[in-house]
C-alpha cells in the first residue's frame, strides 16, 4: 500500500527548484508530507486534505488531486537547509493510518 | 516537555530471542503507530492503534506483535518469527482529525536493532 514517490534522489544548487511527487494506486483522503535528516526522526511539514488542497509553508508548497490520485511537493528557491530525504504519507477514507512512500533524498549544494 | 520517547535507542539480540521496544507518550494522543525503516525502503507500517485495547496490523506486521493497555504506552514485540529483524523503528503518535484522517504524526528518536 505504500505510494511511489519520484524522483528517488535529486541534487539541487542554492536558490534551484525542485518538485517531488507522491502517487497512490488507491483512492486517497489525505496526503502528509515530512522531511527526514540523516540519523534523526522526521519532522512533519504540511498535510492536505480531500478537495483539490493546496497549501504552503514559507518556500515550501504542496498540491493534491485527489482524482488523479497524486501530490506534488514544491521547494522554491532552496536553501541548505532543506537538504534531507522527503516521504509522503498516504491515508484512506476511514482508516486512521498512514503509508510512506520509499522517500526522495534531496541535496542542496552551496 | 511533550513528545514521544522510545527506548533502548540500541539495541543487540541474539537469534531466537523475543525483544520488546518501548514507546510511552504524554502528548494525551489517540492514535500510535509504530514503523520500520530500512535503506531505500521508505518507512513501512507495521501496527497501529487508534484507541486503547484495540489495534489493526499494517503492511509488515508478520514476526511482530504489540500491545495497547494505556493510552500513553504501545510497546512493540519483536518475535524470533521475524526474519530479518535488524532495522531501525520509530514509534509515533497523532490526534485523530475526524474518521479517516490522521493529524501530523510526532516521532520518537527511534529504536535501532541488531540481531547478531
Known amino acids: 500500500q505504500q505510494p511511489v514517490q519520484s524522483p528517488q534522489a535529486v541534487i539541487l544548487r542554492e536558490g534551484e527548484d525542485a518538485v517531488i511527487n507522491c502517487s497512490s494506486s488507491k483512492a486517497l483522503y489525505s496526503v502528509h508530507w515530512y522531511r527526514q535528516k540523516h540519523g534523526e526522526a522526521p519532522i512533519f511539514l504540511m498535510i492536505?486534505?480531500?478537495?483539490?488542497e493546496q497549501k504552503g509553508h514559507d518556500k515550501i508548497s504542496a498540491s493534491f488531486n485527489e482524482k488523479k490520485q497524486q501530490s506534488s511537493l514544491y521547494l522554491t528557491a532552496s536553501q541548505l537547509s532543506y537538504s534531507g530525504t522527503y516521504f509522503c504519507?498516504?491515508?484512506?477514507?476511514?482508516?486512521?493510518?498512514?503509508?510512506f512512500g520509499t522517500g526522495t533524498r534531496l541535496t542542496v549544494i552551496p | 516537555d511533550g513528545g514521544i520517547t522510545q527506548s533502548p535507542k540500541y539495541l543487540f539480540r541474539k537469534e531466537g530471542q523475543n525483544v520488546t521496544l518501548s514507546c510511552e507518550q504524554n502528548l494525551n494522543h489517540d492514535a500510535m503507530y509504530w514503523y520500520r525503516q530500512d535503506p531505500g525502503q521508505g518507512l513501512r507500517l507495521i501496527y497501529y492503534?487508534?484507541?486503547?485495547?484495540?489495534?489493526q496490523k499494517g503492511d509488515i506486521a508478520e514476526g511482530y506483535s504489540v500491545s495497547r493497555e494505556k493510552k500513553e504506552s504501545f510497546p512493540l514485540t519483536v518475535t524470533s518469527a521475524q526474519k530479518n529483524p535488524t532495522a531501525f523503528y520509530l514509534c509515533a503518535s497523532s490526534i485523530i482529525l475526524w474518521a479517516g484522517v490522521s493529524g501530523e504524526l510526532f516521532f520518537g528518536e527511534g529504536s535501532r536493532l541488531t540481531v547478531l
Open positions: 492536505l486534505l480531500k478537495g483539490g
Open positions: 504519507g498516504t491515508e484512506k477514507s476511514g482508516a486512521n493510518n498512514l503509508f
Open positions: 492503534s487508534q484507541i486503547v485495547n484495540d489495534f
